[in-house]
């Protein structure tokens, strides 16, 4: 359910009793201040969730941060007898939804993405009776058959009253949700749009819009979740990062091999980056890295030390090669084309 006075972002899925605590104003972010939410799991202390003033932070502010944090975001809601202006509606990303109903983002972990030249996309974005990293568990069913928009890169259609670059339908397949789509080739929005989804590859992430959810609380392999059993989807949209899920594109067809290695190695950079400003944020208050940032950059830096180490095998034996070949043909006075 939304607050009346502020806006949420959930980090992690919180536990049925176990202790928390909030410390009010406990960071800044451009000199505005947000609340920090700490609950005990497994021993130690985590950020479970921030909590935004609704006076002091739009809701795209918000969400803007909350995505930075790898987080789920839910604006605030609107107070009985509250109204807002036209074009409050418009910078809060309202504009367009029923009855004024608070839209909620939440990110599309993308699976067997196709994407032709003719700007036609197919994707299985929400699987059913699993539990994804927001908390939530969808049902069977939940989707219906939808005709949604697709919007201008990052909710742009929503937030800055962009075109739309596309449209598509969704409706539930046999493991999830499904979205068949098409860009708009023939506007510059919609071309832009598609050569840059197909050259980001599986840098690529997605996130769609929630105007209208049915939902109840419940527990579901042994965790208390939010069942989403209805879901309203109002937009679609590329984004370069999706709130909350790790979405990101899974295959794109025709990405040549040393364009995809190029981007596996910025991919690694923008780790290092989000997980260095997360550090230094922290330190500015004097509280230290934590503890599930530091397990992750344990396991990174141990897996890309066991990937240098199996590059230096490939690049040892092709010196060595190289070094064999121009012995040989010093001795036989060949080319490196084989040729006399």
Known sequence: MPYPSEHACRLVQPKD?????????????NGKPYDVIFQEQDGKWVEQAFRYPKDSWSSSEASAHCASH??????????????????????????????GAQPECKAMSLKEFTLDEKGVFKALFAPFNAIDKGGDFTLPGAFGK???VISSYGHGSTLDGRLPVG????????EGGIVEGKFFLNTIGGKDTYDTVKEL????????????VESEMGVKEGKRVRILKKIKVGEV?????????????????????????????????????RLKGRVDDRLTVLRN??????????????????????????????????????QFQKITGGNNDGTN
């Open 17 to 29: 009793g176990a202790p928390t605590r909030r410390n009010n104003g406990a960071q800044k972010h």
């Open 70 to 99: 790898d987080g789920t975001f839910e604006a605030a809601a609107v107070k009985e007898g509250e109204t807002m202006e036209t074009n409050e509606l418009k910078d809060e990303g309202f504009i367009g939804f029923e009855d």
């Open 146 to 148: 939808q005709n949604v």
């Open 289 to 326: 890295p934590s503890a599930s940032d530091l397990k992750r950059a344990r396991e990174m830096k141990g897996r890309l030390e066991d990937i240098a180490r199996k590059l230096g095998d490939i690049v040892t034996r092709h010196d060595a090669f190289s070094e064999a070949l121009t």
């Open 167 to 174: 449209k598509g339908v969704i409706y539930d397949g046999d």
């Open 201 to 212: 590859g599986d840098l690529q992430q997605w996130s769609y819009w929630l105007p209208t």
């Open 237 to 273: 949209s590329p984004v370069l990062r999706g709130m909350g899920n790790g979405t990101r594109t899974l295959s794109i067809k025709g990405v040549p091999f040393v364009e995809e290695m190029e981007r596996m190695m910025v991919s690694a950079e923008n780790v290092y980056d």
